[in-house]
C-alpha cells in the first residue's frame, strides 16, 4: 500500500504521514488503494512528493479531493516540522502531489461502504460492513457512508465512521453510537474470531468534519519519541548530518 523511495525514509513517511493521512481520508469516505511517496534531500530540507491512488465514490467532502488531500499533507508536514523536525533541524516541504482515481471494487449498495486494513482483513472488514449496513436499514437510520478502518500498524482496533442523511441531536448520536459499537462488536467476534476493540463516530450533515478528520488520536509528540527511538530513522538522519540535541 506504502512505496518510499527512498526506501530508508519509510518509517519517517509511514508514521508522520501515510498512516494519518489515509486515517483522516477514511474518516471522510475516501478509501486510499496505494500512496507512493518520493523524497529528496536537499540540505536540511526534504522535498515530498505523493502519489495517492483513491477509490471513487460519494465522499463527505463539499469540494475536490485533491483540494483536501493537499490540506492534509499541508497540515502534517507543518505538524512534522515544528516536533520532529525542530528536533533534528530538518524541514518537509511537500512539493509534488498526484492523485489518481480509480473504481473501487467490491461490495455497492445504495449506500456506500469504504473499508481500509490490512490485507488478510479486508474481505472480512467488508462482510462485517454488510452486517452493519443491514442492521442500520433495520434501525431505520438513513445515512450515505459507512467506513470501517484497522490500522496498519499498532494494536488492532476498528474504527467506524458513519455519515448520516440527517442532523441528529446529541443524545441521538450518543445512543447510535453506542448500539453500533455493541454490534460491531458482537459481529466481529463471528467474523474475526475475536473482539477487537471498537471506536466509533458519527457524523452528520451539521459536523465540520475536515478539521475533526485530521485529528489523530495518537498524539504527534508519541509519534515522534517512537522515530527518535527507531535504531534505523537515527543512523539515517545521523548520515546526513542530523541528530537530535544529547544523542
Request: without cysteine.
Amino acid at each position: 500500500m506504502l512505496k518510499v523511495e527512498p526506501p530508508e525514509y519509510y518509517p519517517i513517511i509511514d508514521k508522520l504521514f501515510a498512516s494519518r493521512l489515509v486515517e483522516a481520508l477514511n474518516a471522510l469516505g475516501i478509501a486510499v488503494e496505494d500512496i507512493t511517496a518520493l523524497v529528496v534531500p536537499d540540505g536540511r530540507t526534504l522535498r515530498l512528493g505523493f502519489e495517492i491512488k483513491v477509490s471513487e465514490g460519494e465522499s463527505f467532502l463539499p469540494t475536490g479531493t485533491e483540494y483536501v488531500v493537499r490540506g492534509i499533507l499541508d497540515k502534517l508536514a507543518d505538524e512534522a516540522n515544528s516536533s520532529f523536525g525542530r528536533l533534528y533541524q530538518v524541514d518537509f516541504s511537500v512539493e509534488g502531489l498526484k492523485i489518481e482515481e480509480s473504481t473501487g471494487e467490491g461490495w455497492r449498495g445504495k449506500e456506500r461502504l469504504v473499508v481500509n486494513g490490512p490485507d488478510e482483513l479486508v474481505e472480512k472488514l467488508e462482510r462485517l460492513g454488510r452486517g452493519i449496513i443491514i442492521t442500520l436499514r433495520e434501525w431505520g437510520v438513513e445515512f450515505s457512508t459507512l467506513t470501517i478502518n484497522v490500522p496498519l500498524n499498532g494494536p488492532r482496533e476498528i474504527k467506524l465512521a458513519l455519515k448520516t442523511m440527517k442532523r441528529l441531536s446529541p443524545p441521538e448520536k450518543e445512543s447510535l453510537k453506542e448500539s453500533l459499537e455493541q454490534k460491531t462488536l458482537s459481529f466481529s467476534r463471528t467474523i474475526l474470531g475475536r473482539g477487537y476493540p471498537v471506536s466509533v463516530r458519527i457524523l452528520d450533515p451539521e459536523d465540520r468534519v475536515l478539521a475533526r478528520a485530521i485529528k489523530e488520536e495518537k498524539s504527534v509528540e508519541d509519534l515522534v519519541k517512537e522515530l527518535v527511538e527507531d535504531e534505523d530513522v537515527r543512523e539515517l538522519l545521523s548520515a546526513l548530518g542530523k541528530s537530535p540535541p544529547g544523542l
